[in-house]
């Protein structure tokens, strides 16, 4: 993405070494760290404006968790005897 427009921020030069210093810290540019930070407060916004939706999703899937277990482990299983199954083929073969 190309700029296209410029932001000039005032702040005092202990602010701006600070910033400059996590921006480093985090492998960006000044400029790059300060337009992801604008990115991810806008991203918080917008998550509380859904928070209730959000709340409720992750009650069903808190829910529903303990199925998804047990059906995993039950696939694991199966792999397994399937598994086992296809190794005692090949010994039997050889006898």
Do not use: C, W, Y
């Not at 600070?18 to 921006?23: G, P």
């Not at 480093?24 to 000044?30: F, V």
């Not at 991203?43 to 047990?70: N, W």
């Amino acid at each position: 993405m190309s700029a296209t427009a410029r932001l000039v921020v005032q702040m005092p030069p202990a602010e701006k070494q600070s910033l400059d210093a996590r921006a480093r810290r985090a492998g960006l540019t000044t400029s790059e760290f300060v337009r992801r930070r604008v990115a991810e407060d806008s991203i918080e916004s917008e998550l509380e404006d859904h928070r209730e939706e959000i709340e409720a999703l992750l009650t069903i899937l808190e829910s529903s968790a303990p199925s998804m277990l047990a059906n995993l482990d039950k696939a694991i299983a199966d792999t397994a005897a399937l598994n086992d199954f296809i190794t005692n083929l090949g010994t039997k073969s050889d006898q």
